[in-house]
């Protein structure tokens, strides 16, 4: 097997969903952004994997006819909130393999105001399962499906180990004063523990603030093998050292707690399979965008990575080990909490970041001397995907 070159990434600034230009505008100019940020035309990839879940079939098609017609084969992916980097770890398996030497892989979403919803209510619903347990542990609610699932492990959580009620808020503060010198985050605006504890509550210890917003984007990648960048000159500097994706396991749904059912061992075992194939240990990574759809989310994921031992989420935030002077820099583009979160694109937003911040070429988001950057990318129903980028001039 060989390495995956990131030769270029580029993407749009997340907007609201009443702000933002259709589908298929903002992934033509992500592509166009990470072909030019490789220096490549677009006859020169060979496969495309396009990522979105709200949207008709062939919709990366549409998107990509915009860029060029050359004939490729071009295969559309859903995965849920891991949509994105579902399509990287395909693209990354074929130029590994060698059965590509150029790879683009593209997210995008456009999305609709409110809370997520299901599609479709004449068949058979994914969550049903996940429902059943749900139900099971906690009492129905009119809150939106999503902070159910991830309100009540924070609750679940919370009575395990405790949970003073600002250590969540903190992480909306952290995120927004991270996405302050990100200029395709949506808000940028700073905003205080009170502010975060006084808007609405929206499930359990959530509210609106430490819930991701509703957002349009797209994001996109270029993947090469090491032979094609440098026999076209291009930027290898930054590989896929590992990656890893998981789903459910039955401790998902054997369990009256819901940090498994929202992906707490998936990304454990996702993360734990990255760090042995790597050969390095939580400890050595400075740098992490990890899937922050909400506050609780964050906090737990916080333990399944490693990056804190198991019980001690709340002191490593009040700390201020999860931000710049601490032990690692946590979403240094401000998440999804801040940055905004269109499902398809996140993955590759995620990846762009940690290139960025890899090249020493993240502006005033720059995390000093990082050589290694890990992305965790989840998505309900289920897949967890954990990928460590590494710099390797």
């Not at 490729?72 to 030497?101: H, Y």
């Not at 009540?152 to 503060?173: C, K, M, N, Q, W």
């Not at 400075?286 to 916080?302: G, Q």
């Amino acid at each position: 097997m060989g390495r995956a070159l990131v030769a270029g990434v580029g993407m749009v600034p997340f907007a609201t969903p009443r702000t933002s230009a259709p589908y298929d505008v903002m992934g033509e100019q992500a592509i166009r952004a990470a072909l030019a940020d490789a220096g490549l035309g677009y006859d020169a990839v060979e496969q495309a994997f396009a990522g979105y879940v709200y949207g008709d079939s062939t919709c990366g098609q549409a998107v990509a006819y915009r860029v060029g017609l050359t004939g490729i084969p071009l295969v559309n992916v859903t995965n849920n909130c891991s949509t994105g980097s579902s399509a990287l770890f395909v693209g990354r398996q074929l130029v590994e393999a060698g059965a590509a030497d150029c790879v683009l892989v593209f997210g995008f979403e456009q999305m609709r105001p409110g809370a997520l919803a299901m599609q479709w209510d004449d068949r058979p619903s994914p969550f049903e399962r996940f429902e059943t347990v749900k139900d099971a542990v906690q009492a129905p609610s009119d809150a939106p499906f999503a902070a159910q699932y991830f309100g009540g492990a924070g609750i679940a959580y919370a009575a395990e180990f405790g949970l003073a009620p600002d250590t969540l808020a903190r992480i909306s503060v952290k995120a927004r004063r991270h996405a302050a010198a990100n200029p395709y985050a949506v808000f940028r605006e700073p905003v205080t523990i009170e502010e975060v504890l006084s808007s609405p509550v929206v499930y359990g210890p959530l509210t609106r603030l430490q819930c991701c917003p509703p957002t349009c984007g797209a994001a996109a990648a270029v993947l090469v093998s090491p032979d094609f960048a440098r026999s076209r000159g291009l930027d290898g500097s930054v590989a896929i050292a590992a990656q890893a994706m998981t789903t459910d396991r039955p401790i998902s749904f054997e369990s009256a707690d819901l940090r498994p059912l929202v992906g707490y061992d998936m990304s454990a075992e996702a993360a734990r399979q990255v760090y042995e194939k790597a050969g390095v240990e939580p400890g050595d990574i400075p740098v992490v965008e990890l899937h922050d759809c909400f506050t609780s989310n964050e906090l737990i994921s916080y333990e399944a990575l490693g990056l804190t031992p198991e019980g001690t989420a709340e002191k490593f935030i009040l700390e201020g080990d999860n931000t710049y002077g601490g032990r690692v820099v946590t979403n240094p583009s401000g998440g999804l909490l801040s940055k905004g979160h269109p499902l398809g694109a996140t993955g590759l937003a995620q990846c762009a970041e940690l290139v960025w911040q890899l090249r020493g070429r993240a502006g005033d988001r720059q995390v000093d001397g990082a050589r290694l950057g890990l992305q965790h990318n989840i998505g309900l129903g289920g897949a967890a995907v954990v990928t460590l980028y590494e710099r390797v001039d």
